[in-house]
């Protein structure tokens, strides 16, 4: 079966740090993902593939259902190539219209059901999408914003209805106050909406098979304008396949048919596809879906539905953290979780692994390339890494401002190539693709995330430096619960923080944290406390409206008067001797006129020379702007 197959390079000299499982000779299958879904329901028909408040859906099941709403989109005229778009949480109504729309060679375009009405606008103008499948607490914002958009076709269905009868009488008991909390009624169709169920009641024969291709484009997801305006991506089968590929093999004792996934993180994210279904799917386990991340809910799952895999984002592990309520002995199923989405802080890593008993593995991706870094699950943890390139995959840091190669421990932007990236973006002359974030990749090519190359700082004598490296600073404060460094401009360094439950932040313990530790340079000009930061749709910070936002403050005149770890040391060789010179000529002259009698007699002075300014006077502010 052809494929794609890596080639070994001498250049990758993380190779010797992949898990032991990773192939020699990794190969990806030429798949569809329904073709995925076919040979694992053919092979473990009967093994549980979705789990949602008490109710199992099998692979067998989950495959009859997937045939059926295919037939009822295909009555409903959706052909190959057209735009469905899916506004739903995590439920099985998700995964199999997923399935069914690919299945007729449609294209998936998942939606945030808790997006407003101009963002959903937006999306499906710009994706061409004539049919909106939506849960029903997000139907008043699809019908509005329908509007302006080709959408011919509305199908609303509720959470509610992905739970079987057994489990909906089980919602009457009085102790699930909390699922019926988080399980809202259902909602009446409006507006020529109908109901997904009465679709598919009457869906008829089996479409006409379709042929799809590996490289066909499964899904256009839209990036959350993290630190850019939100755009398409568009991901192949290839692409998608692959990625669950590569994290299959970087677990060493995955257990087909046996593993767990506890699905929190958003399926309307690609790395929520990657990490939570396709990978599940991949291993033919269970994927347990949860609507929303709420804390209470995700420890009673962990108790009894036994996860043995859990990827999320730095916000709910930390979040998990503060719980009283985690205790070791209520995850003893959890073998490995995978934190997405921003910089991991090494506390909530330790405290989240002493807490669980369980490795908490730091990854990298972005939403042209789900996943292309992960901590080596067999190696010892590196403190703020990412880890390295997953097999087939090939990295590099370069300048940002170029494509000149950065030598081992030398600051620069992180470009990427490997079969999970899509087609399109900013590419290299060779095909790498520039991710816009900058990064550090060691001697051994472990890779740690400094912030993204808008927010780069160039500090004289330093070269590039990046905004992680202030946020580990203040992050490490208890008080803080989230922080983000963007660049002002003319207003410098600009420190978003807000404060953690509870906790008094001032603006100056931060000031005074950074001047203790970093040098002058790298201290935020300005601090400002928020009781809430702009998250995207997997809780990373949006920096874009916080840069423009900064960028309106007033113009830094001198450099913030902070106490200072070490002696500001900040001219240059030949600034210092040119200095030391001066003195000493004016040290000897003064001496000369002390041993000269006819210079003492004249009784003229020697003339005033102020001493020179020095170069932190010069350029209080020693940055360049990114």
Request: net charge positive; aromatic share 4%.
């Amino acid at each position: 079966m052809s494929g794609t197959r890596g080639d070994v390079h001498g250049a990758q000299r993380w190779l010797p740090y992949h898990p032991p499982s990773v192939p020699r000779e990794p190969v990806v299958p030429a798949l569809t993902l329904p073709q995925l879904l076919d040979q694992v329901a053919g092979r473990f028909g009967d093994a549980p593939a979705l789990s949602f408040f008490g109710t199992t859906v099998s692979y067998g099941s989950l495959r009859g259902r997937v045939e059926h709403l295919a037939s009822a989109l295909h009555r409903l005229e959706v052909r190959p190539g057209d735009r469905v778009a899916l506004v739903l949480p995590n439920c099985p109504q998700l995964v199999t219209a997923l399935f069914a729309v690919l299945r007729i060679g449609g294209v998936v375009v998942p939606l945030n059901p808790l997006a407003a009405p101009d963002e959903l606008r937006h999306r499906l103008v710009d994706s061409g999408a004539d049919v909106v499948i939506c849960s029903g607490t997000a139907l008043a914002a699809v019908q509005r914003a329908s509007e302006q958009a080709a959408v011919r076709e509305v199908l609303v269905t509720d959470l509610v209805d992905g739970l079987d009868r057994a489990a909906r009488l089980r919602l009457r008991r009085p102790g699930r106050a909390d699922d019926r909390r988080l399980l809202p009624p259902r909602v009446k169709p409006t507006g020529g909406a109908r109901r997904l169920a009465d679709v598919t009641r009457n869906a008829g024969l089996l479409p006409p098979p379709v042929p799809v291709a590996a490289d066909d484009v499964a899904v256009i997801a839209y990036t959350a304008g993290t630190t850019g305006v939100p755009h398409p991506v568009r991901l192949t089968h290839r692409n998608l396949l692959a990625n669950g590929y590569q994290l299959g093999w970087w677990i060493p004792d995955a257990r087909p048919g046996r593993e767990v996934t506890l699905g929190v993180l958003p399926l309307f994210h690609p790395y929520g596809l990657t990490l939570c279904l396709g990978m599940t799917v991949l291993l033919a386990g269970r994927l347990v879906l949860l609507p929303g991340f709420d804390q209470r809910q995700v420890l009673a799952t962990i108790e009894s539905e036994a996860p043995t895999w859990f990827p999320g984002v730095p916000a709910l592990f930390r979040a998990l953290v503060d719980n009283r309520q985690l205790r070791a002995e209520r995850t003893t199923s959890l073998r490995v979780g995978f934190c997405i989405g921003a910089r991991l802080p090494v506390a909530t890593a330790e405290a989240y692994e002493r807490l669980t008993g369980s490795r908490l593995v730091e990854a990298y991706g972005l939403c042209e390339a789900p996943v292309t870094h992960a901590a080596p699950v067999t190696e010892p943890r590196r403190d703020g890494s990412a880890g390295v390139p997953l097999p087939l995959t090939d990295a590099r840091v370069v300048d940002p401002v170029g494509s000149r190669a950065c030598s081992a421990g030398q600051v620069g932007e992180l470009v990427v190539r490997g079969p999970q990236l899509s087609a399109g973006g900013d590419r290299t002359v060779d095909g790498f693709l520039r991710t816009g974030d900058l990064a550090v990749m060691d001697a051994d090519g472990f890779c740690t995330l400094l912030g993204p190359v808008a927010d780069a700082i160039r500090v004289r004598g330093r070269g590039w430096c990046g905004p992680g490296e202030v946020e580990d600073v203040i992050a490490a404060l208890p008080q803080v619960a989230r922080v983000a460094v963007v660049d002002g401009a003319r207003a410098g360094l600009v420190a978003f923080v807000q404060p953690a439950r509870g906790a008094d932040l001032d603006e100056e313990d931060v000031r005074t944290a950074c001047g203790r530790q970093l040098p002058p340079s790298l201290v935020p000009a300005r601090v400002e406390v928020r009781a809430a930061l702009p998250l995207s749709g997997v809780g990373a910070v949006l920096r874009r409206p916080l840069r423009e936002e900064a960028k309106g403050f007033p113009a830094v005149r001198k450099a913030p008067a902070v106490r200072k770890a070490v002696p500001a040391k900040k001219t240059g060789a030949k600034k210092t001797a040119a200095v030391e010179k001066t003195a000493a000529k004016r040290t000897a002259k003064k001496k000369s006129a002390a041993a000269d009698p006819g210079v003492a007699q004249t009784g003229q002075r020697e003339p005033v020379r102020r001493p020179a300014r020095s170069p932190v006077e010069k350029d209080p502010v020693e940055k360049d702007p990114a």
